[in-house]
């Protein structure tokens, strides 16, 4: 498979990636009721099979529990395996130690020293601020404990400010983990995808496939397979499937 560098590090992760937010999530996708670890192990034991070895996280998925399971599954491949987390802004987190405990729970969660890939989930500022913030993970960064920096839903303008802020540090932005496929191509207009390649940031997209829509499973005759968070997006009504 081939495989995209990183900008710092010569990080190199593979061009396809999977995303984890279902793995262990009971409020949006029914972990436990429609499927369970067993499935779950499956996917990862398929997707190491066929080279795909690169498993996006969250702290928020599952309250943790996404986390937990990779820790769980990368104990039983002896295959090279890099792993991306991330931590959420909340309200009650103001100062940089807030980061560094998020991460510990993170790495702790995961089983793992370090990390490949460290992202900001939303750019929320609230009481901290995008520099304290930033100076937090250029901080892990030189401890050892993530290896790349990135960011998910920044703006152009945010995507800039957090490169910034970094580069005081030498840390350079690697990501910014964006909504992009086929159908939703919002970054091609408003300056995302142009601002990345101007700064060397790799777009990383979540829901190339737009979760599942572009496979061709989803139609307006079989509207019972919508499950999970699916049956809350528009495009899977009867409705929007027959417009897609």
Do not use: C
Not at 38 to 66: I, K, M, N, P
Not at 210 to 225: A, H, I, N, S, V
Request: net charge neutral.
């Amino acid at each position: 498979m081939q495989s995209n560098q990183l900008s710092v590090r010569n990080i190199q992760l593979p061009n396809l990636g999977i995303g984890t937010w279902a793995w262990g999530d009971s409020l949006f996708w029914g972990y436990g009721s429609n499927y369970g670890e067993t499935e779950v192990q499956a996917a990862f034991d398929a997707a190491v099979a066929a080279g795909a070895t690169f498993f996006d996280t969250a702290e928020v998925y599952g309250l943790g529990e996404s986390e937990k399971l990779i820790g769980k599954f990368l104990k039983q491949t002896s295959q090279p395996v890099q792993i991306a987390t991330k931590y959420f802004p909340l309200p009650w987190r103001f100062n940089r130690d807030a980061v560094a405990e998020a991460l510990t729970a993170s790495l702790d969660r995961l089983d793992v020293e370090q990390v490949a890939l460290y992202q900001v989930h939303m750019p929320f500022d609230f009481f901290m601020g995008q520099e304290t913030l930033m100076t937090a993970l250029a901080t892990e960064v030189k401890k050892g404990r993530i290896l790349t920096v990135g960011v998910s839903n920044y703006s152009a303008k945010q995507m800039q400010q957090a490169y910034d802020y970094l580069a005081t540090y030498d840390v350079p932005l690697a990501v910014n983990q964006v909504r992009y496929s086929l159908l939703t191509r919002t970054i091609e207009k408003n300056g995302i995808l142009d601002k990345a390649r101007e700064l060397g940031v790799t777009i990383l997209a979540y829901s190339p496939l737009d979760q599942g829509l572009l496979t061709g499973k989803y139609t307006p005759e079989k509207q019972e397979q919508v499950t999970g968070a699916r049956k809350i997006d528009p495009k899977f009504s009867a409705s929007g499937l027959k417009k897609n």
